[in-house]
Each structure stands twice: as C-alpha cells, then as structure tokens.
C-alpha cells in the first residue's frame, strides 16, 4: 500500500522534474488523496500540493522536509474515467471531491489489471471547478500519445532509411558518405531556420512558437554538452569558448514551463520561489557564488519569455527562500545593494584573495580601484566595490578619496582601525602613514 502509487522525482527546491514535452497546467494546494474502495486499496495522503501537468497528476507533501520522499504521480494515461462533480445540498457543505478511475496495470506495469477509485479531496480555497476542468480536459487531449507517436514515427522512419540502401523511398538516389552527412546537416539548419524565420514572423506566431523554440534550444544545448564532453581532448581554447557560449545563450532562451498565476493560483509566490532558487543556481556557478539582484530579474525575465514577473513578485520570492530548505539566500550590503549568493559562499576566501592581490608591489604603492578587484576577482564592478567596503569595516583595508574615486590600500596599521578617527585627527595623515609605510 505504501508504494502504490510511482515515486516523483524532484529538483533541490522540491519542484516536479518534468518530463520531455511536459507542461504544468494548474495547481491546487491542501489535498488529499483517497481510495474509495473497501477495504482501502492505499494510504490516504494528507495535506499535499497536487500539480496538474499535460502528462501526470503529481502529488507533493507541503513539508519540505518529507517531500522528496513520499512525493507520488499518477500518470494521466492510467486514468480510465473521470467522474463528473456530485452537486447536492450536503456537497455544498463539504469539501470539494474530484473522482477518477485508475487503471493498476498501466499504474504499475506488472501487476494484476483492475481498477481503483481515487478521490481528491480539496480541503483549502483553491479553484477546484477550474482544476477539474483542466484535468478533464488534459486527459482527454492525451498529449502524451502524441508525443509517444513522434518518438516511434522518427525511430521508425531512421529505421527505414538505414535499410533502405541507396535508394529512397521514392526511387531517387539516396547521398551516402560525406556528401550524405553534409546534406542531413543541411536539411536540419533549413528546417531550424525555417521555423524561427515563422516563430519571429510577429508577436502571435512567437507565443505559439515558444514552447517549440525553448525544446529547440534544449536539444541544441544537450547535443553540444554531449560534443564537448566527446571532444574536450581534441578542441582547441577558442573552440571549448565558442561552444560555452552558444551553451549559455541557448540555456538563457527560455523556461520549458514557467510558474504563472494562473496555473499556482494562491501558490504563486511560493513556486515561484522554488522554480528561481533551480533557475540560479547555474549562473551563480559561473559568477563565483554571488550575482546581483538586478541581474537575476533580467536573467529570469528572458527566460521566462512573455510570462514576465514584477520586481516586488521576485523580492517576495526570494524572501521566502528563508523558509525552504534551498541551498541560495538573499543578502543585503551595508550599501543598500542586494544580492543572491550561496549558503556556502565565505567572505573571508574573498577577503583572502583581496590580501593577496593587494599586497604586490605595484598595488601597495598605488592602491588598487573596484575595476582592479573586478578583474582579480572575475566579478562585476559594482560588486567588487561592496567587497571592498566589507574588507574596509572589517580592518583590512584603507580607502582614499581621490579625484579618480576610491582607492584602497592595504591596512599596515591593524591596530588602528580606520573607523576610529577619534585615535588620529586628521584621516589624510593616517593614509600619509600607509602610504610611506608602502613605499
């Protein structure tokens, strides 16, 4: 009974992973599951998050804790029939119940063919009518067959053309070789041209295009990751650079299935915030652990295309990191600035290596720019500037007001804190000090 239903598999924030072709269509929080039968034919789940996807119904426990351990799916094909809605004057009082039939033999491939009577039973505010007629509509589409039927046309039609020799299907003479290779390659980019010259055509043809271009793109960077990990030994710098950077662009071209309002209804903000804390972890990673604020709404909105967010819906979001059990945090610098970095990202490594550029000769005559830390560092400008004020109120460095701006210097004098000006009068003859100190 415990494992009737199949284990869901979930991201580090406890988002459903989705399948190829699968799309997140509505979302009801508070749910039970139930068996209608006698005796029950499973556990009862309580309290859960059930998600409605093109493909599965998937049911996600609200405790972070347990949630990658008992989150379950039914998948939609298993479904044999959905009951319509009891209206009664005691239903009006009750909490609402969906119905469906499942089938175990497609449930679970295996086991004895019968069938199970599972009620949803909806025990919190949400748009219930509006859940069930997206999940009668979604398991009447089977959009899952079709995307069974394209696999098996397209291994099909490569098995008739591998054996099919050097003619065609329609008698002409079939390129083989080089020259044959050079011609399918061709035909792809034709056709990978010939749908983004329709996608951009104008804003209606974009919107229908989307889902098409972001599986695309995906495709397109699964075949170079696969490329780069074949060839690592054999391409040149310049090579592995270009190749990097189609990746991060195609990787930035879109979300596969953003989180809106309208599929989370009063959930939004907090899957929300899950599906940003799996969106960031990637450019945190190439921009050392920490990534302006700024930056992360830019990043975000491209790649959610038209489903735009506002600037308060992503401070929400990532205030309710606090909450889950994510590896990300938002920070705010003395400044104002604010940031996303990793839990495990430590100032003092980047104050150790601050030290260490600092303290070469040509820095500790001339001190060194947030441009200068910038460039050691491999972070924006804007950045490096708050790291340095940081390594400033700590008692590391001295900052020098000069016509070109900020100059820091290393602090010679640790006993002196530059915040303490009581202990020298004038601060220009403190940074006399280290300067002479320097040289």
């Known amino acids: 009974m415990a494992d009737f239903f199949p284990k869901a598999e979930l991201t580090g924030a406890g988002r459903p992973i989705l399948l190829p072709g699968e799309f997140e269509c509505s979302l009801v929080a508070a749910v039970d599951l139930e068996s209608q039968d006698e005796p029950p034919t499973f556990s009862p789940l309580k309290t859960g998050i059930l998600t409605l996807t093109t493909h599965r119904l998937l049911w996600l426990p609200s405790g972070a804790a347990t949630a990658s351990a008992s989150a379950v799916f039914i998948p939609l094909a298993a479904i044999s029939h959905v009951f319509a809605p009891k209206k009664s004057i005691k239903s009006m009082f009750a909490s609402p119940r969906i119905r469906f039939q499942v089938s175990t033999s ?73 020259a044959g290779i050079l011609r399918k390659e061709q035909q792809m980019w034709e056709s990978t041209d010939k749908s983004l010259q329709e996608a951009f055509q104008d804003l209606h043809a974009l919107m229908s295009k989307a889902k098409e271009m972001v599986m695309l793109a995906e495709k397109m960077r699964q075949k170079l990751l696969s490329a780069s990990n074949s060839q690592t030994s054999t391409a040149s710098d310049e090579e592995m650079g270009s190749k990097e950077e189609m990746q991060d662009w195609l990787l930035s071209v879109g979300i596969a299935s953003p989180v809106t309002k309208e599929s989370a209804g009063a959930m939004y903000h907090q899957q929300l915030s899950r599906q940003l804390a799996d969106f960031v972890r990637t450019p945190l990673e190439r921009a050392g652990g920490m990534i302006n604020l700024i930056d992360i709404y830019c990043l975000f909105n491209r790649a959610r295309g038209t ?46 290596r601050i030290k260490t550029f600092i303290t070469r000769p040509d820095a500790l005559r001339t001190g060194i720019t947030a441009s200068d830390a910038a460039m050691t560092l491999g972070i ?52 006399a000090w280290i300067k002479a100190a320097a040289s």
């Not at 640790?414 to 009581?422: Q, R, S, T, V």
């Open 307 to 352: 489903e735009l967010i506002s600037p308060e819906d992503l401070l929400l979001s990532c205030s309710l990191w606090e909450k889950f059990d994510v590896p990300i945090m938002l920070r705010k610098f003395d400044s104002g600035v604010m940031v996303v970095q990793n839990k495990s990202h430590s100032d003092e490594e980047v104050f150790a």
């Open 380 to 431: 924006a400008p804007a950045m490096a500037k708050e790291h340095l004020l940081s390594a400033e109120s700590k008692g590391l460095l001295c900052r020098d007001i000069s016509p070109d701006g900020f100059r820091f210097y290393i602090n010679l004098f640790p006993e002196i804190h530059p915040n303490d000006l009581y202990l020298v009068k004038d601060y220009g003859i403190y940074m």
């Open 106 to 178: 497609v449930l679970n491939p295996g086991s004895s063919s019968r069938t199970v009577v599972v009620t949803v039973v909806v025990r919190g505010k949400g748009d219930w009518e509006g859940f069930y007629g997206k999940l009668w509509e979604n398991w009447r589409g089977r959009a899952w067959e079709n995307e069974t039927g394209s696999s098996a046309s397209e291994s099909g039609s490569s098995t008739v053309n591998s054996a099919g020799g050097l003619y065609g299907s329609d008698g002409s003479v079939r390129m083989v070789g080089v």
